[in-house]
């Protein structure tokens, strides 16, 4: 390819549910450290931060208060409330990052999720993630430790109604064997990165493709 053509890749918003337990943020840390291009949205949430959370890196921990001024102000791109507390995402860094090309994850429960995916977005691929059998999840969650009884009980009876959603989803990725779920959303991730209409520039047919086409053509655009 000419190596003056600017042939690039739009990026496009990643949504990512399933189940409380179910790996979304274990696969997404090797996705975030193996792909290139690939960012996660920082969410803002009132829940209260886990051992070793740090305000700005898994969340934006706020009051309730605050949260309602950010929905009044119109700051959420959407927000729900799950587990009895609120979580959203902020609208202005996923608009830039997107613009600046590249691929945006949103981690968010399944109402999030449908919440995006009627808002129409141009650039949207949506996966839902789950093991194979419910108890799995019991077991992964006691193994975080993360919630208390009443907790982990209120996660648990939720994960059959987040299962309701799956078939709006474009993708369902299995997570049994964790090296095979992040195979699978690798997987997805360069296949929709190829997306025809996710090149932008300019292929030119006499100087990268010479020989067959008479001259002047300036070849196939791949963007507008
Ligand atoms: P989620 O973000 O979906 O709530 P986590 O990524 O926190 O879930 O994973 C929940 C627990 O399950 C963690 O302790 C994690 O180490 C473990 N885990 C994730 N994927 C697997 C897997 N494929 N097999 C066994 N344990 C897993
Ligand atoms: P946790 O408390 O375990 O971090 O997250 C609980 C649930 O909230 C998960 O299903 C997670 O995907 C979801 N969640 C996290 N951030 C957001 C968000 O910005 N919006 C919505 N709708 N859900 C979120």
Same mark, same amino acid.
């Given at each position: 390819?000419?190596?003056?053509?600017?042939?690039?890749? &739009? +990026?496009?918003? *990643?949504?990512?549910?399933?189940?409380? =337990?179910?790996?979304? /943020? #274990?696969?997404?840390?090797?996705?975030?450290?193996?792909?290139?291009?690939?960012?996660?949205?920082?969410?803002?949430?009132?829940?209260?931060?886990?051992?070793?959370?740090?305000?700005?890196?898994?969340?934006?921990?706020?009051?309730?208060?605050?949260?309602?001024?950010?929905?009044? &102000? +119109?700051?959420? *791109?959407?927000?729900?409330?799950?587990? =009895?507390?609120?979580? /959203? #995402?902020?609208?202005?860094?996923?608009?830039?990052?997107?613009?600046?090309?590249?691929?945006?994850?949103?981690?968010?429960?399944?109402?999030?999720?449908?919440?995006?995916?009627?808002?129409?977005?141009?650039?949207?691929?949506?996966?839902?993630?789950?093991?194979?059998?419910?108890?799995?999840?019991?077991?992964?969650?006691?193994?975080?430790?993360?919630?208390?009884?009443?907790?982990?009980?209120?996660?648990?009876?939720?994960?059959?109604?987040?299962?309701?959603?799956?078939?709006?989803?474009?993708?369902?990725?299995?997570?049994?064997?964790?090296?095979?779920?992040?195979?699978?959303?690798?997987?997805?991730?360069?296949?929709?990165?190829?997306?025809?209409?996710?090149?932008?520039?300019?292929?030119?047919?006499?100087?990268?493709?010479?020989?067959?086409?008479?001259?002047?053509?300036?070849?196939?655009?791949?963007?507008?």
């Amino acid at each position: 390819m000419n190596p003056g053509a600017e042939v690039s890749n &739009r +990026g496009f918003l *990643l949504v990512l549910s399933g189940p409380s =337990g179910a790996g979304k /943020g #274990t696969v997404l840390r090797r996705i975030l450290a193996e792909q290139p291009g690939v960012e996660l949205s920082v969410s803002a949430t009132t829940r209260k931060p886990r051992h070793g959370e740090l305000n700005g890196r898994e969340y934006y921990f706020m009051s309730v208060e605050d949260f309602q001024s950010h929905i009044e &102000r +119109g700051s959420f *791109l959407e927000w729900a409330q799950v587990f =009895g507390n609120y979580y /959203g #995402t902020p609208r202005p860094h996923v608009v830039e990052r997107l613009s600046a090309g590249k691929i945006v994850v949103l981690e968010i429960d399944t109402q999030g999720a449908k919440n995006i995916m009627d808002q129409n977005p141009a650039e949207l691929v949506t996966v839902f993630i789950t093991p194979s059998q419910g108890d799995s999840l019991k077991q992964r969650l006691l193994h975080r430790g993360s919630e208390g009884p009443v907790d982990l009980t209120q996660r648990l009876a939720n994960a059959p109604v987040e299962l309701l959603d799956l078939p709006r989803f474009d993708y369902l990725v299995l997570n049994d064997s964790l090296d095979e779920a992040v195979e699978a959303l690798t997987g997805i991730i360069i296949a929709e990165r190829h997306r025809t209409h996710r090149f932008r520039g300019q292929i030119n047919l006499v100087t990268d493709f010479p020989g067959r086409l008479s001259s002047g053509m300036s070849g196939p655009s791949v963007t507008p």
